[in-house]
């Protein structure tokens, strides 16, 4: 008896089957044909085993000698970055605090320590993969079924870490940590010929939050309005809001916003504005830009047990606008509005 093993209308082989003491009979035929289709889907399965595996060791090879690369880079970024953060502290030495430039200096090594603490983050990521790369803990996608959309999905496990290390909230106030957080802030603004004013009151109530994620959100939106904003715009920052009208409708938040009176971000566009490599209009715009930023700024801020809303144009903004912007701005512009839980309510 000849059967072909068959699977999926590929003939995979055969399977003889023979004897000479007596005829095969229907039920036997039937079972030999049970046992050919199981040695075909076995085939199937030890082909796909094999082409899995060799996959897996291409895959292992390729991030073995990325990670190599990964590691000369970061030992040759940390060498130009020392450099840089010896100059800024020569400068500061040298500089009264009188003098204009002594902010500059200052800005140097502030943004030298902010660069060098995203190194180290970026050097214990790696290491991590190496180590689970050794263990051959390796992630490997398997090819999509038929007529199956081929999707990416990314599952983070163990402790959460943020942006730039583990997040590690602590309370404290506004009015402590902004000023150091905003000290660049004027320096840009003025480069690009843009009107930046800061309205943070003394003394506001502590609320909950990682102070180098809050400073990686309040940088990141600053950065995005200072880059779209055209020149003699405004841009502010505003501490101490109460949720008033916002989606929360809670007063166990405070709020702080960044808000400018640029072109806007358009209606069809804010939904989708946090997924990551998300561009919206700006795509077709002059600006580079690679989508990740207010993705990084949400999930920052909701690693905080907060919230982020954004609105556009200005006048959507259910409370109060900066007194300094022109009733004609409020046409267009945006606030991002950052809201992180009150100390005393997280404690209740």
Request: charged fraction near 20%; proline fraction near 7%.
């Amino acid at each position: 008896v000849v059967i072909p093993l068959v699977h999926e209308s590929v003939v995979m082989g055969v399977l003889v089957s023979w004897r000479y003491d007596r005829p095969w009979q229907g039920v036997e035929r039937h079972q030999l044909e049970g046992i050919a289709q199981t040695l075909a889907l076995a085939c199937v399965l030890d082909q796909r085993g094999q082409w899995i595996q060799a996959r897996l060791q291409e895959h292992r090879r390729d991030q073995s000698h990325q990670s190599e690369r990964f590691h000369e880079l970061l030992h040759q970024v940390r060498n130009p970055l020392t450099a840089l953060r010896t100059f800024g502290k020569l400068l500061t030495k040298r500089l009264t605090p009188e003098d204009r430039n002594h902010a500059l200096a200052t800005g140097i090594v502030r943004e030298s320590d902010r660069m060098e603490s995203l190194l180290t983050y970026f050097d214990s990521t790696l290491r991590q993969g190496d180590t689970q790369l050794a263990a051959g803990k390796v992630p490997l996608s398997l090819p999509a079924a038929p007529d199956t959309p081929d999707t990416e999905t990314t599952q983070l496990s163990g402790a959460e870490v943020g942006f730039g290390g583990p997040l590690t909230c602590e309370i404290g106030s506004l009015s402590d940590w902004l000023p150091e957080m905003l000290a660049s802030a004027p320096t840009l603004a003025s480069e690009n010929h843009i009107q930046f004013h800061t309205q943070v009151p003394p003394h506001l109530p502590a609320v909950l939050a990682d102070p180098i994620a809050l400073r990686e959100v309040v940088v990141s939106l600053l950065e995005n309005a200072f880059k779209y904003a055209p020149a003699q715009a405004q841009v502010w920052v505003q501490a101490g809001i109460t949720p008033t009208g916002s989606v929360l409708g809670s007063a166990a938040y405070q709020g702080l916003l960044v808000g400018d009176t640029g072109p806007g971000i358009p209606k069809a566009d804010q939904p989708y504005i946090f997924q990551r490599r998300y561009r919206g209009i700006q795509a077709q715009g002059p600006i580079a830009g690679t989508g990740l930023g207010l993705a990084i700024v949400q999930d920052l801020v909701q690693r905080m047990q907060g919230h982020v809303e954004v609105y556009s144009p200005l006048r959507t903004w259910p409370g109060a606008t900066n007194p300094d912007v022109p009733a004609e701005a409020c046409d267009r512009g945006t606030i991002f509005a950052v809201w992180l839980p009150l100390a005393r309510a997280v404690n209740h």
